[in-house]
Antibody, heavy 121, light 110 residues
Framework: QLQLQESGPGLVKPSETLSLTCTVS??????????WGWIRQPPGKGLEWIGS???????QYSPSLKSRFIVSVDTSKNQFSLRLDSVAVADTAVYYC?????????????WGQGTLVTVSS | QSVLTQPPSVSGTPGQRVTISCSGS????????VYWFQQLPGKAPKFLVY???PRPSGVPDRFSGSKSGTSASLAISGLRSEDEANYYC???????????FGGGTKLTVL
């Protein structure tokens, strides 16, 4: 059974850099016909797709967030990551990592448990 | 303000059938597939319906999706207490070149 686990700081100061990692177990990122992505959810609000990466390194980003986030993959560690520079209070959210089949544009079938990131001084 | 519009809440009694609507436009639902997710309190979303109607393996056939024009619906029959959750619709938006979600609908089982 595929499992995804997010890791990273729970508290980040405004203007600092946020880095999150998703570790995949029970399967391999390399060679998998899947996209590995990040989706966030501000407290009490809805879902927002951030971006995704294929094992080859090909990335897709939300047009409204594209310039702020970087998604990357490290197949040797079976991990993929999210980086956000110059965080703001509005970036406070639960961040989920997830997997979808490459044929299903929004078919996020496997999810991590989510990690709450609070941006506060 | 979400691109896809869902009612904030719906409710039903055990055994009843409820539907959750999702309204969009020609750039999203009108020209692309609709997906549905269930989010139990404090949990990650769960994939319920893809490409308007099919269900991933393991999702009960009590859940069914449909689409007509620029709107979609999720029907839940034989309502159970464990169905109490937030439900989100999603679709690709050609104008925005990315996925869009509805604001979510809280289902309460009375």
């Amino acid at each position: 059974q595929l499992q995804l686990q997010e890791s990273g700081p729970g508290l980040v100061k405004p203007s600092e850099t946020l880095s999150l990692t998703c570790t995949v177990s029970g399967g391999y990122i390399s060679g998998s016909p899947s996209f590995w992505g990040w989706i966030r959810q501000p407290p009490g609000k809805g879902l927002e797709w951030i971006g995704s990466v294929y094992y080859t390194g090909t990335t897709q980003y939300s047009p409204s967030l594209k310039s702020r986030f970087i998604v990357s993959v490290d197949t040797s560690k079976n991990q993929f990551s999210l980086r956000l520079d110059s965080v703001a209070v509005a970036d406070t959210a639960v961040y989920y990592c997830a997997r979808r089949d490459q044929q299903l544009a929004l078919g996020w079938e496997d999810w991590g448990q989510g990690t709450l990131v609070t941006v506060s001084s | 303000q979400s691109v896809l519009t869902q009612p904030p809440s719906v409710s039903g009694t055990p055994g009843q059938r409820v539907t959750i609507s999702c309204s969009g436009s020609t750039s999203n639902i009108g020209s692309n597939y609709v997906y549905w997710f269930q989010q139990l309190p404090g949990k990650a979303p769960k994939f319920l319906v893809y490409r308007n109607n099919p269900r991933p393996s393991g999702v009960p056939d009590r859940f069914s999706g449909s689409k007509s024009g620029t709107s979609a619906s999720l029907a839940i029959s034989g309502l159970r207490s464990e169905d109490e959750a937030n439900y989100y619709c999603a679709s690709w938006d050609d104008s925005l070149s990315g996925p869009v979600f509805g604001g979510g609908t809280k289902l309460t089982v009375l």
